[in-house]
């Protein structure tokens, strides 16, 4: 977010506020800050929708991604995920980690049968910094919930816009 402002003022295009945007706050700030639009990643991870293994889905909606981490472990390239057991063994110091596509490879063979037997810690679950905002599992609810919050925050924030140009119209 602190970006988002800075290269609003330094362009002369419409930016698009991304990273950690998951809920309806966060789109609002990004747009108060000057962004034209946002892009969401995450927040849709949990929605049954997303292509995500039920697992994987489930650990994002229950509270285990309050915690998130950067990784190279998952796929040689850095990428973020929720904190589980695969997570960190392979965040160790002395666990080498080879380049990509190798170590993608590597871990892809070692998820089919960890998700086969149920057993989310050692699977690689991809998810950013606003993991823990997930709460809708239908995208469509999700997605219905955000335009709803955003009109009504929306038109609460115009009205006291509205007020305010008033009240220093009037001094």
């Known amino acids: 977010m602190a970006l988002v402002p800075q290269v609003v003022n330094a362009v002369q295009l ?3 506020a991304a990273g950690g945007i ?3 706050r966060r789109i609002l700030a990004a747009f108060a800050l000057g962004a034209e639009g946002v892009q969401m990643g995450t927040a849709f ?3 049954e929708e997303s292509g995500a293994s039920a697992l994987h889905r489930k650990a994002t909606l229950s509270g ?3 915690q998130t981490a950067l990784t190279r472990g998952f796929t040689g390239r850095l990428a973020r995920g929720i904190k589980n057991r695969l997570l960190d063994e392979l965040n160790q110091k002395d666990v080498e980690i080879l380049p990509y596509p190798l170590q993608r490879a590597l871990v ?3 998820s089919i049968p960890a998700e086969k037997a ?3 810690e050692l699977l690689p679950l991809w998810a950013g910094q606003s993991a823990n905002l997930s709460r809708i599992s239908d995208v469509r609810t999700l997605l219905d919930t955000l335009v709803r919050e955003i009109s009504e925050i ?3 924030f115009q009205s006291w816009s509205a007020r305010r140009r008033h009240i ?3 001094v």
């Open 154 to 156: 929306g038109g609460t």
């Open 45 to 47: 991870l949990a929605c």
């Open 108 to 110: 892809r063979h070692l």
């Open 64 to 66: 285990q991604a309050m």
């Open 14 to 16: 419409q930016v698009v």
């Open 168 to 170: 220093s119209e009037d």
């Open 22 to 24: 998951g809920d309806t």
């Open 118 to 120: 149920g057993r989310p």
